[in-house]
């Protein structure tokens, strides 16, 4: 009898626990396939207005991936699209080779890359994936900076398109469109014209 109990135990035990890991992987590839759309979408809860300040980037040193402090100041004088990413991030890592062949092929526009991340991580990534414009290190306290600058959530892929005197013009939350940001590109380049 006492066989029988434990092996009808260990047989529940086992749905109970695949059951759950299915429902869990369901729950995540459905949130994974909505996400893009809904990362757009956003920024605070309906009728809170997010915390803007575009000067705390402006302000911001921060060092690139050989410990160097960097003013953010440096880059103003072309238009700039920056973008927030971490190797962690599946849809960041995604987006690198795109924003890497615009950044080579729009001399015009500064492209920065900031990493949520550690300048080790970093290394590592760029070093399987080559990227040419400059990165600088947050690291998680980057998340803070996010907020400053709309993102509520805090979420990642996050990309801010600033003119050239940095104002910011446009953001993105979520993984960038290579068509849709080049489309935006354009715009900020009119801007910066005017």
């Given at each position: 009898?006492?066989?029988?109990?434990?092996?009808?135990?260990?047989i529940?035990?086992?749905?109970?626990?695949?059951?759950?890991?299915?429902?869990?992987?369901?729950?995540?590839?459905?949130?994974?396939?909505?996400?893009?759309?809904?990362?757009?979408?956003?920024?605070?809860?309906?009728?809170?207005?997010?915390?803007?300040?575009?000067?705390a980037?402006?302000?911001?040193?921060?060092?690139?991936?050989?410990?160097?402090?960097?003013?953010?100041?440096?880059?103003?004088?072309?238009?700039?699209?920056?973008n927030?990413?971490?190797?962690?991030?599946?849809?960041?890592?995604?987006?690198?080779?795109?924003?890497?062949?615009?950044?080579?092929?729009?001399p015009?526009?500064?492209?920065?890359?900031?990493?949520?991340?550690?300048?080790?991580?970093?290394?590592?990534?760029?070093?399987?994936?080559?990227?040419?414009?400059?990165?600088?290190?947050?690291?998680?306290?980057?998340?803070?900076?996010?907020?400053?600058?709309g993102?509520?959530?805090?979420?990642?892929?996050?990309?801010?398109?600033?003119?050239?005197?940095?104002?910011?013009?446009?953001?993105?939350?979520?993984?960038?469109?290579?068509?849709?940001?080049?489309?935006?590109?354009?715009?900020?380049?009119?801007?910066?014209?005017?």
């Open positions: 009898m006492m066989v029988y109990m434990k092996r009808r135990t260990l529940l035990g086992a749905c109970g626990l695949s059951a759950m890991a299915a429902t869990g992987w369901f729950a995540w590839r459905e949130s994974s396939r909505k996400a893009p759309g809904a990362n757009r979408a956003a920024s605070a809860a309906p009728g809170a207005k997010p915390l803007l300040n575009p000067d980037l402006l302000e911001a040193k921060l060092p690139d991936m050989d410990g160097r402090e960097v003013p953010f100041k440096k880059y103003l004088g072309k238009p700039l699209v920056v927030f990413w971490a190797t962690w991030c599946a849809p960041c890592v995604e987006e690198m080779p795109a924003l890497n062949e615009m950044a080579q092929s729009m015009d526009i500064q492209f920065v890359g900031i990493g949520i991340d550690t300048a080790d991580k970093m290394r590592e990534f760029v070093a399987k994936i080559p990227v040419s414009y400059p990165l600088l290190v947050a690291g998680h306290g980057g998340i803070a900076l996010l907020r400053e600058l993102n509520a959530t805090g979420g990642l892929p996050f990309t801010v398109m600033l003119d050239a005197n940095g104002s910011m013009i446009d953001t993105i939350l979520g993984q960038v469109q290579p068509a849709d940001l080049q489309d935006r590109i354009r715009a900020l380049v009119v801007k910066s014209k005017t």
